[in-house]
């Protein structure tokens, strides 16, 4: 007898195009190197807008109809820094400063998430797209390390379901608006 489907581990993102992923290998190349970590796939790049861990595949449509529901603003995000998580272990790009009305966007749409019965991540939204895990040690400075500013027009917004693998976490983009 066959149980019900597996929960699907999901997120929100910000889904780069090629020529905006080629631009953020570009400046994680010119930057400081990750001692010890493990660099993240460049197909995995992305920016998380609202991390839902676990839901049953059933609610993906209702996922669906509140992100259809939600009208972004014409933002563009721009990335200017490079620094490193201690406790999470991880060297991001962030951008050190959001435009208003994206800031807005996102927070709103953390709010339609609540009001349809999904659990989200209550911490700040902090714009940043990971570039390695399990980095030990800190290749920049204690206020990470000014970059040449990329950037990405806030426009493509998908939900992902990640897989763990041994070898690191897969993506697949289930639905884009």
């Known amino acids: ?12 993102a910000l889904w780069p195009e090629d020529s905006q992923r080629e631009r953020l290998l570009s400046a994680i190349r010119d930057a400081s190197p990750a001692p010890g970590g ?37 933002s563009c995000l721009v990335f200017d820094r490079l620094a490193w ?13 959001l435009p208003p009305a994206f800031a807005e966007a996102v927070r709103a749409f953390h709010e339609d998430l609540r009001l349809a019965g999904f ?30 500013p990329i950037s990405w027009p806030a426009q493509e917004v998908v939900l992902v379901a990640s897989t763990p693998t041994p070898d690191g ?3 697949r983009v289930l639905a884009q608006d």
């Open 119 to 148: 659990s989200i991540e209550r911490r700040p939204f902090r714009a940043h797209i990971t570039v390695a895990r399990n980095v030990a040690s800190p290749p920049v400075g204690p206020h990470g390390q000014q970059i040449s």
């Open 85 to 97: 998580w201690p406790k999470a272990r991880l060297l991001c790009l962030e951008a050190q400063s």
């Open 1 to 12: 007898m066959k149980g019900p489907p597996a929960a699907l581990r999901l997120f929100f």
């Open 169 to 171: 976490s897969v993506y």
């Open 38 to 74: 493990r660099a993240v796939p460049a197909g995995n790049l992305h920016v998380t807008l609202a991390f839902l861990g676990n839901v049953a595949p059933e609610r993906v449509p209702d996922l669906q109809a509140v992100a259809a529901a939600r009208v972004w603003p014409g």
